[in-house]
């Protein structure tokens, strides 16, 4: 799904901007087998069933870039951490994999009762602070100098291309959600968060159910997402979501 949406958003050349990256595949004929893709941000994209290790190194030393991070289907991640990573990764998790019909959306009644919009400018900060405490909570970063950095630069390409939301409670952000990618019929949630204070009254669900409604008023039919989370895989579940496979998630 990365690997689609990127392409589809910011086409096959690489100059290391936001969601481009060098791509690599296997061919059968005409037709692809394997691919991989060295992203912008360090990490490798793969959903190469055969050839994996090859692709992967392919894709790695066409790009010249370090190696952050491998994202794909676990056997897969497995095999390509086996030929490129030469340290002990920091993360190196499986999440699991969840898929819904949106025409089978489970929408939570309180909802109705609360106010779900896009966020504004002068909400960017709030939403920067959440995204540093979701990227620690998940390990998808490190403390440190580059940890503003990621934040910030997370948010703000969600706020350019109008993928992300905010649930409001009285007048009050309580929980955030987005796409971390997205096509026509397709989107994949990522980043939801709810201060641990707020947590346990249901804002997460309704933040996702909000933006899936959104989604399938668009014309989109399924969506996506992968987590390692028990209280979110019951969130999800409870809006229909159903366990479909196990996905890896790798970084250096």
């Known amino acids: 799904m ?7 958003a910011a086409g096959f050349e690489d100059r ?62 497995r095999t390509a951490r086996d ?3 030469r340290v ?5 998790d499986v999440d699991d994999l969840y898929t819904l019909d949106l025409a089978a959306l489970r929408i939570p009644e309180r ?27 998940t390990n998808l970063a490190a403390p440190g100098p ?11 390409l969600s706020h350019l291309q ?5 649930l409001q409670d009285g007048g009050k952000p309580v929980a955030y ?16 968060w709810t201060p641990p204070e707020l947590r346990g009254r249901g804002y997460a669900r309704c933040a996702v159910a909000g933006s899936l409604l959104q989604a399938r008023a668009e014309g989109v039919r399924r969506a996506i997402l992968f987590t390692s989370s028990a209280s979110g895989a019951r969130a999800y579940e409870a809006l229909g979501f159903v366990r479909t496979g196990q996905f890896g998630l790798l970084f250096v």
């Open 177 to 192: 959600t987005a796409f971390n990618a997205r096509l026509p019929d397709i989107v994949q949630i990522g980043g939801v």
């Open 146 to 156: 580059r940890l503003r950095e990621e934040a910030r630069s997370g948010i703000e």
């Open 83 to 85: 030929a490129l990573v």
């Open 2 to 8: 990365f690997m689609r949406a990127n392409s589809r």
């Open 162 to 166: 109008h993928t992300h939301w905010v």
């Open 16 to 77: 290391g901007e936001p969601m481009q990256a060098t791509y690599a595949a296997a061919f059968e004929g005409e037709a692809i087998v394997a691919a991989a893709a060295h992203c912008w941000n360090g990490v490798l994209l793969i959903q190469a069933p055969r050839q994996t290790a090859e692709v992967a190194q392919a894709a790695v030393d066409a790009s010249g870039r370090r190696l952050s991070g491998i994202i794909g289907p676990i056997d897969q991640v």
């Open 88 to 92: 002990k990764p920091r993360v190196d």
């Open 111 to 137: 909802l109705a009762r609360l106010s779900f919009r896009r966020p504004r400018e002068s909400e960017l900060p709030l939403l920067v602070g959440w995204r540093e405490q979701y990227l620690l909570e």
